[in-house]
């Protein structure tokens, strides 16, 4: 497929040929074209040569593209063939690039495959903050799982407890008296505490 620019001012002998093939895959049961090669001609001799990447489309659609260019900012499509032409002298850049080699009819574009790609650095940027966020909340639904009801423990000892001297004596019994100084104190030999443990 060649582009000829005709009577343009400077551009009068530049032609821009693109090369397609057509090839059929029974994976996907149809015919697909794709972009091999796109040269340069000035004045009927081959200027630069890119290798195409990437640019292939159904054979019943067309090829869309917001950029295909050789510079990197663009995502470089283009790659020249060698380090030794003068292709690295150039820098090819198409804006609002559609092509269809095959099954044109009514002089029109046929429906278009755009090269937007599935897995753009947004949409993977959102894939990996979903995974964070079904992480978070995995490790939350375990957690509530093997929750452990608030269940009391009780472990008594014993120990000796001090009172000041009672009145009653029908805790004689269980009263040991201790002397110290002046004042009368009685051990309750029986007397326990309890620790909580929840």
């Not at 794709?34 to 019943?60: D, E, G, K, V, W």
């Not at 966020?133 to 093997?146: D, F």
């Not at 009780?154 to 000796?160: N, Q």
């Not at 805790?171 to 004042?183: H, T, V, W």
Request: glycine residues 4%; contains cysteine.
């Amino acid at each position: 497929l060649s582009l000829k620019f005709g009577d343009i001012g400077n551009l009068k002998g530049l032609v821009i040929r693109f090369l397609l093939t057509t090839s059929y895959y029974q994976l996907s049961v149809q015919n697909w074209f794709r972009l091999h090669r796109l040269q340069l001609l000035y004045n009927h001799s081959i200027q630069a040569t890119f290798n195409a990447t990437r640019i292939y489309a159904p054979s019943s659609y067309s090829y869309h593209c917001e950029h295909v260019s050789s510079l990197q900012r663009y995502d470089a499509l283009l790659i020249p063939s060698s380090a030794n032409d003068l292709s690295k002298l150039w820098e090819v850049t198409f804006t609002d690039f559609q092509i269809q080699g095959f099954n044109i009819q009514e002089g029109h574009f046929a429906d278009a495959k755009d090269c937007a790609s599935f897995f753009s650095p947004a949409i993977l940027m959102g894939l990996v903050m979903s995974l964070i966020l079904l992480l978070v909340l995995a490790y939350a639904l375990h957690m509530l799982i093997h929750l452990k009801s608030l269940d009391r423990h009780y472990e008594c000892k014993a120990s000796p407890a001090y009172f000041a001297q009672m009145k009653d004596n029908d805790m004689g019994d269980e009263k040991e008296p201790l002397r110290s100084g002046g004042n009368e104190s009685y051990e309750l030999r029986n007397q326990q505490f309890c620790k909580i443990y929840i």
